[in-house]
């Protein structure tokens, strides 16, 4: 027997299990829609007249369950009532689900997310395939909400107050062995059993026992001595990570702790309250709508997917960056063979290759193993005849370069695509080297590759469409956020950055001490202030950029070359210990006492909060201005995409632009451009051309226009 309704359908076994799936064949990603969860109620109320021995819920395929609730929906939601109905009417259907007569589980490939891993929690038992796109969780605080339908109630029972939240707090999903081994799948196996096994499952569900929770998870969640513990805990860890700009967090704990003191109905009605809340904040909002970006910038390279399946990579140079990009293509079974002229450069990156798969402890030992095989290592100067991409991450030098490019082409295939990972040099004259040009590209890492999500693509002159296109879906392959930029000095994210870090110089001349200029910065929800910035990055990198951007934009781009003095007396940054920062052996760092007599300062002023807000506005509208005129130049953005979007996903992704306000043009027109502009003047009057607002910023403030809005 079976029943379809195009997005839900059912079907009865032989065994006398029901099968129902969330989505049709036809279907790559199935989301919770209204009109969806409707259909699997509907569904539900079906299965249940059918009398089975147990129900499986499955997605459509072997590469999707679901992502769970539709998210466009957040944006629009400006009433918090009306956040919270939305959240209870999930929980009804889930309460459903978890009430019904018979053993039910949730067979799980794909990836099964936030509301369908709550769906899936609202399950006597869920089990789930090993395929490498399966993904379990709850991302909701990501988004500045919470797991709105029972999941702050549910995940507890299921794996213990603290792993719960430990899931929960951080928006984190689970690959399949981390989800066994907490409890949260009773097994783990190859999608072509999932089925069989899910059903034997369900057979057998009155002898299994359920994984017991441990003690210590179970003493907390009985005694109010243990929540408060508890809570105590976690406030202290999520005020170190979050220093406060995040309200969801923080919420979601409270819903796990009532709900552990009042029980599951009383904590359901919690949670939806608690959801409606933080639906409306404008956190959820800027958040969401990083997310919106971090998604259209997949779509850059989408029609490339296909093909970029078919990757054999080769890069070039195996420091510091050619390592970690090998390394990338390696985690992503991608085969990449890494070339170097210095063996001891190949030893390294080999090592460090590996030791970066060894930190996916999540893999078994034999996926560890075959990933690493996919990485080899070369000293002469030949590629395999079927290498389609090569990036090129040598010493950052043109000729050294040229030459390198000149001799390869003629190694590879006419259509084998030619990336470099400059960070400064011109990608169109690099391109000369090779004569027809359309296949080369800049592919601008950064560094540290494994933790930087953003790739700068920079389009030369001559590269191609298809060669953007192919770029933009190897990046989302290596898990990276793309984004695409002309060739100008800087490209997009050292160039908006040259700005702020000269205010940051600037003031510091002024008298404002170090330690309160990166303060304010902090204070603003940066990472980390623009000195402590500059000793990471390395002052001799610094020097070597501010000298680059001085060259090509002038006297505006030209900052006070404090790096290059702090450079000629010895001190590089982090690297060699003194900066800005003395750093000690543990990385503890403080400001130097030596900084003024080295750059020749009086004494520093006492800093008011009066000026830590001109610190800020200083900081924060210098990086706008340079923005805006990016944005008037079309310096980001490919065909059909959104430059104003590119623009702040970098900010957030390149800079660290704190993503709870949702990019820095978002950030500007929450200010507004006739505010952006007075700012800018008084602090132009005060310090000087520096702060010029840049034309487009006085003209959308005469007319009242936003950054974002299409011109
Ligand atoms: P690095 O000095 O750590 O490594 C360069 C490697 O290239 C060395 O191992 C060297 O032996 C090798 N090499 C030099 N000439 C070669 C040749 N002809 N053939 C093969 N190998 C050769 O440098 P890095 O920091 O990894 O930088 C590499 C590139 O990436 C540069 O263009 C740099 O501007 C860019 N980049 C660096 C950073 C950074 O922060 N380090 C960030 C973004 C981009």
């Not at 513990?229 to 979050?242: D, E, G, N, S």
């Not at 709900?259 to 933080?278: C, D, S, V, W």
């Not at 639906?279 to 296909?306: D, H, Q, Y």
């Not at 693509?457 to 192919?470: A, N």
Request: proline content about 5%.
């Amino acid at each position: 027997m079976s029943h379809n309704t195009g997005l839900i359908s059912v079907e009865q076994r032989a065994s006398g299990v029901v099968v129902l799936s969330l989505g049709n064949a036809e279907e790559n990603v199935v989301t919770l829609t209204e009109k969806r969860l409707f259909a699997f109620r509907a569904a539900l109320a079906q299965v249940k007249d059918m009398r089975p021995r147990g129900l499986i819920i499955i997605g459509p395929g072997p590469d999707m369950f679901s992502v769970g609730a539709d998210i466009s929906v957040i944006q629009s939601v400006t009433d918090p009532l009306f956040g919270e109905q939305l959240a209870q009417s999930g929980q009804e259907i889930f309460d459903e689900l978890s009430a019904l007569p018979f053993p039910t589980i949730a067979a799980i490939s794909g990836p099964c997310v936030g509301g369908a891993c709550e769906l899936s929690l609202a399950c006597s038992f869920r089990i789930c395939s090993d395929r490498p796109s399966t993904i379990i969780g709850l991302p909701e605080t990501k988004l500045g909400i919470l797991p709105g339908f029972g999941g702050t109630q549910r995940l507890p029972k299921v794996v213990g107050v603290r792993k719960a939240l430990d899931i929960i707090l951080a928006g984190k999903t689970l690959r399949p062995k981390q989800a066994l081994d907490c409890g949260l799948v009773v097994d783990v196996v190859s999608f072509d059993r999932l089925r069989e096994r899910a059903e034997a499952v369900l057979l057998k569900a009155s002898t299994i026992v359920d994984r017991p929770i441990p003690l210590i998870d179970r003493l907390i969640a009985k005694y109010s001595f243990g929540r408060s513990y508890i809570r105590k805990q976690a406030t202290k860890q999520l005020q170190r990570q979050t220093k406060g700009f995040y309200p969801a967090p923080p919420t979601a704990l409270d819903c796990v702790l009532y709900g552990l003191e009042h029980g599951l109905t009383n904590g359901l009605k919690y949670e939806a309250q608690q959801l409606g809340r933080l639906i409306v904040t404008p956190e959820c909002k800027a958040l969401t709508r990083i997310f919106f970006l971090t998604e259209a910038s997949k779509s850059l390279g989408k029609a490339a997917a296909k093909a970029v399946r078919e990757i054999h990579g080769v890069v070039i140079g195996a420091g510091t960056m050619g390592a970690g990009i090998a390394s990338l293509f390696a985690q992503k079974k991608i085969r990449v063979v890494v070339r170097d002229t210095d063996a001891a450069a190949l030893l390294r990156a080999k090592a460090s290759i590996e030791k970066n798969i060894d930190r996916l402890t999540y893999l078994r030992e034999d996926e560890q193993k075959a990933l690493k095989a996919c990485a080899t290592t070369s000293l002469d100067d030949q590629v395999p005849p079927e290498t389609n991409f090569v990036v090129e991450a040598v010493f950052e030098n043109m000729d050294v370069k040229k030459k390198l490019f000149s001799d390869i082409k003629n190694k590879v295939s006419d259509d084998c695509v030619l990336a470099t990972n400059t960070s400064s040099l011109s990608v169109t004259e690099m391109a000369t080297s090779i004569g027809s040009s359309e296949r080369f590209v800049g592919m601008h890492f950064f560094n540290p590759v494994e933790k930087m999500p953003l790739v700068e693509i920079i389009r030369g002159k001559e590269t191609s469409e298809r060669t953007l296109v192919w770029t933009a879906a190897l990046t989302n392959r290596l898990g990276k956020f793309p984004i695409v930029v002309e060739d100008v000095p800087g490209f997009l994210v050292n160039r908006v950055l040259t700005p702020y870090l000269n205010a940051a110089a600037l003031l510091f001349s002024k008298g404002y001490p170090i330690q309160d200029i990166d303060k304010a910065a902090l204070r603003f929800g940066m990472p980390m202030g623009p000195f402590r910035l500059l000793d990471e990055v390395g002052l001799d990198v610094a020097a070597h950029v501010g000298e680059i951007m001085a060259n090509g934009y002038g006297e505006r781009m030209k900052g006070l070359d404090y790096a290059k003095q702090l450079v000629d007396a010895g001190r590089k940054g982090k690297k060699n210990g003194h900066g800005f920062y003395d750093f000690n052996k543990s990385g503890e760092a403080k400001v130097s006492t030596k900084i003024n007599k080295i750059l020749n300062l009086g004494e520093m002023q006492p800093v008011t909060d009066k000026d830590t807000e001109t610190i800020t506005d200083a900081l924060i509208l210098s990086l706008l201005n340079e923005a805006v005129r990016c944005l008037d130049e079309g310096v980001a953005g490919s065909a059909g995409s959104e430059a104003a979007s590119q623009i702040d996903l970098a900010t957030v992704m390149g800079i660290g632009f704190p993503p709870f306000r949702g990019g820095i043009l978002y950030y500007g027109d929450s200010i507004g451009a006739s505010e952006v502009k007075q700012r800018l003047q008084k602090l132009e009057e005060r310090f000087g051309s520096t702060f010029s607002p840049w034309q487009g910023i006085v003209s959308r403030a005469q007319q009242d226009k936003k950054f974002l809005a299409n011109k």
